[in-house]
T-cell receptor, first 116, second 114 residues
Framework: DQQVKQNSPSLSVQEGRISILNCDYT??????FLWYKKYPAEGPTFLIS?????DKNEDGRFTVFLNKSAKHLSLHIVPSQPGDSAVYFC???????????????FGTGTLLAVQP | NAGVMQNPRHLVRRRGQEARLRCSPM?????VYWYRQLPEEGLKFMVY????????ESGMPKERFSAEFPKEGPSILRIQQVVRGDSAAYFC????????????FGEGSRLTVL
């Protein structure tokens, strides 16, 4: 039962162009969504998040969009840089009864390759 | 200003042996989470602990796996009688409860079962 899905295992973009990474979820109780970035042999690092009361959050080159009716969120990176090449994980929380545990449910990740 | 510390970073075990993975959360964090990443897969939740309490172990295999977070010392993920399928990267994360839901991850412990 994959509650958070990233259907694109990989994405390749040219340096300077926009990268768009997509994520879908099935549990309507999720109320907080995060994106993590992971380099090989390292732990995931937090990138950006969005609460379900918003539909957009921006931080520098990174913007996350949330469409609650479609249960879909996306991460936009613009302009993309070679250093952005990594695996990006979408994660969600809040789907538990009796209050949040901060437990995150992760998607399977999308490998982004930014070509110089 | 140490982050989440995991050790060992790499562990090799033969089938049937025991593996112990340790995690020290960030200073001030009293909540620890363990995740497993199998090859070519995403991060799967295993267990969530507070000091001396297991809060949610819904992702832990029913047998051979156990976790603890004692009053003093690091959190331990213990795998008894390891099998080849246990080979994975095990990540620990910590948080401050009541925060925005962000977890801070360690660099992971990579277990290889021969």
């Amino acid at each position: 039962d994959q509650q958070v899905k990233q259907n694109s295992p990989s994405l390749s973009v040219q340096e300077g162009r926009i990268s768009i990474l997509n994520c879908d979820y099935t549990n309507s109780m999720f109320d907080y969504f995060l994106w993590y970035k992971k380099y090989p042999a390292e732990g995931p690092t937090f990138l950006i998040s969005i609460s379900s009361i918003k539909d957009k959050n921006e931080d520098g080159r990174f913007t996350v969009f949330l469409n609650k009716s479609a249960k879909h969120l996306s991460l936009h990176i613009v302009p993309s840089q070679p250093g952005d090449s990594a695996v990006y994980f979408c994660a969600a929380s809040g789907g538990t009864l009796g209050g949040a545990t901060n437990k995150l449910i992760f998607g399977t990740g999308t490998l982004l390759a930014v070509q110089p | 200003n140490a982050g989440v510390m995991q050790n060992p970073r790499h562990l090799v075990r033969r089938r049937g042996q025991e593996a112990r993975l340790r995690c020290s959360p960030m200073k001030g964090h009293s909540h620890v989470y363990w995740y497993r990443q199998l090859p070519e897969e995403g991060l799967k939740f295993m267990v969530y602990l507070q000091k001396e309490n297991i809060i949610d172990e819904s992702g832990m295999p029913k047998e051979r796996f156990s976790a603890e977070f004692p009053k003093e010392g690091p959190s331990i993920l213990r795998i008894q009688q390891v099998v080849r399928g246990d080979s994975a990267a095990y990540f620990c994360a910590s948080s401050v409860f009541g925060a925005t839901g962000e977890l801070f991850f360690g660099e992971g412990s990579r277990l290889t079962v021969l």
